[in-house]
């Protein structure tokens, strides 16, 4: 069975970080695709930021380059999503997500981690 965990998340001030943590199991890392979105309420789900260890592909939305960072520890089966220099706008719930090989949907999905930053 696939599963994705995210933990992490919490408040924090303007300016601080978070790691956040997609712990993946029911398949190998290096076969999927994972990314990270996010939804703030009264808005649209977000794509922030994805990984594909098979071809070493990283993207990330405008709104976080240069302040997020994403990484996978196959030994772990983990992706992480390093929050640096963290703004008011970004607070939301924060969800990864698996695409399998050849696929153009992300059909696992975790349950999400709450990100708040305070001003």
């Known amino acids: 069975e696939v599963q994705l965990v995210e933990s992490g998340g919490g408040l924090v001030q303007a300016g601080g970080s978070l790691r956040l943590s997609c712990a993946a199991s029911?398949?190998?890392?290096?076969?999927?695709?994972i990314g990270w979105f996010r939804q703030a309420p009264g808005k649209e789900r977000e794509g922030v930021s994805c990984i594909s260890s098979y071809d070493s592909f990283t993207y990330y939305a405008d709104s976080v380059k240069g302040r997020f960072t994403i990484s996978s520890d196959n030994a772990k089966n983990t992706v992480y999503l390093q929050m640096n220099s963290l703004i008011p706008e970004d607070t939301a719930v924060y969800y990864c997500?698996?695409?399998?090989?050849?696929?153009?949907?992300?059909?696992?999905w975790g349950q999400g981690t709450q990100v708040t930053v305070s001003s």
């Open positions: 997500a698996a695409r399998g090989p050849g696929e153009h949907t992300y059909d696992y």
């Open positions: 029911g398949f190998a890392l290096d076969d999927f695709s």
